[in-house]
């Protein structure tokens, strides 16, 4: 009875849910500069007198909304608010006005559901009991300072009483618009990344001496060797350089050396072994090569964040839940990935479950996450709505 009311509420805010996702995809945000973005949701929220606060760096909302004793439980939901550096490709449904700043992992997709799924929470809170945390969170897209982190070690997210679930959903291209995917356990890589600057003197091509240009290709070359030599086949390693800059790329003419080039390498991995392992050859790489071509290196190994992990229990629950609101037939296993998500800091602290949410379908929105004319297929926004209400409701009784 409950589905039903919750499909009516979701019918009549189809409107509500579209405009908000048109607009936030109009005008996306770069992590932790989410300012307009915060602005906008916060006048909706104001609009349906929905208490919120602010997070102390000004972007990203948390939202907490009481039912019958809410100090018995907790359940959080989570929406991300941030976008991409990226120059889309013209034809898109609904193109970013912004140059150069695209909504291209359907965040503003997310943020529009869970926007939706407050506001209905809300008008139902009386029959639900605990409260419920819903997070509009900045800067998913960082590994270095990412805003899940932020919010469980600043502003205070662990310290509600008795947390029982939280739940989040990323809109997946690959599957279609009604259905829902999920996997118990660990499901996503833990996502990683090092810069290393190979550091020579600038001059003139005709001289001997350091060309750190050579020494970075000598060790792109050389990471091939780590998965080969150093990692079980079976183990999971995406290793992969994906920036080199030169000190003397902006310059114009090409007779002169750079003194420094620069090469970030991103890597994703399953098991902590593996990450260990993959760490200390890098390093021993960037060293050697730094040592037999004549030059100095820095290197910056950043912290890396953990793999996603879907609380087991939950997710059979999950299951269960979902197959009542959407049909056994719209609910399936869901495929190891080496994405990663921030969320992964909260899965680690309390039971999980991450969803991922069917928008691809017609050709136009199957292009992957991150792609220049990735976009997603608006028919999946009402299931969004309804799966975050429906197991956040459910788990509050
Ligand atoms: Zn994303």
């Given amino acids: 009875m409950q589905t039903s009311i919750f499909t009516q509420a979701v019918d009549s805010l189809h409107d509500f849910t579209f405009q908000t996702y ?5 005008n996306p945000e770069l992590s932790w500069k989410e300012f307009n973005t915060t602005r906008f949701l916060a006048t909706e929220l104001d609009m349906a007198g929905i208490p919120y606060r602010i997070t102390k760096r000004g972007v990203g909302l948390i939202i907490e909304i009481k039912g019958r004793e809410p ?15 990226i120059v ?61 982190l932020y919010l469980i070690e ?11 679930g939280a739940f989040a959903l990323h809109c997946t291209p690959e599957y279609l618009p009604g259905d829902v995917h999920l996997k118990a356990g660990e499901f996503m890589a833990s996502a990683n990344e090092m810069r290393i600057r190979f550091l020579g003197k600038p001059r003139h091509v005709q001289y001997t ?19 080969a030599q150093h990692v079980q086949a079976l183990d999971p390693l995406l290793l992969a350089p994906s920036k ?15 003194d420094s080039t620069e090469v970030t390498v991103v890597f994703r991995v399953f098991k902590p072994a593996v990450n260990e392992k993959t760490r200390e050859m890098l390093v021993k790489i960037a060293d050697k090569t730094a040592e037999i071509h004549g030059c100095k290196v820095e290197y910056t190994l950043y912290d890396g964040i953990p793999p996603v992990k ?8 999950a299951e269960e839940k979902l197959s009542n609101l959407l049909g056994r037939e719209h609910v399936k296993p869901a495929d190891y990935r080496l994405g990663g998500d921030d969320i992964c800091f909260l899965s680690q602290r309390v039971p999980l479950v991450y969803i991922r949410l069917g928008s691809g379908g017609a050709e136009a929105y199957q292009f992957p996450l991150h792609d220049a004319a990735f976009q997603v297929n608006p028919a999946c926004l009402d299931t969004g709505v309804r799966v975050l209400v429906s197991l956040a409701f ?4």
């Fill in 22 to 26: 048109k607009h936030l995809t109009e």
């Fill in 71 to 85: 100090g018995s439980q907790t359940v959080i939901i989570r929406g991300d608010i941030d976008n991409l550096p």
């Fill in 88 to 148: 889309e490709k013209p034809g898109k449904l609904i193109p970013s006005q912004v140059q150069g700043v695209s909504a291209a992992c359907g965040h503003s997709a997310h943020a529009a559901m869970t926007l939706t799924a407050i506001k209905i929470l809300w008008e139902h809170r009386s029959e639900f009991r605990g409260t419920l945390l819903a997070l509009l969170q900045p800067a998913e897209e960082l590994i270095n300072d990412p805003g899940c």
């Fill in 154 to 164: 600043h502003e205070g997210l662990l310290d509600y009483p008795n947390i029982i």
């Fill in 209 to 227: 001496g350091a060309n750190t240009i050579i020494a970075a290709s000598a060790f792109i070359n050389d990471l091939q060797t780590i998965k």
């Fill in 244 to 258: 080199i800059k030169s000190s003397n790329s902006e310059m114009k003419g090409s007779n002169i050396l750079p």
């Fill in 310 to 317: 879907n609380d087991p229990a939950l997710t059979h629950w």
């Fill in 394 to 397: 459910q788990k509050l009784q």
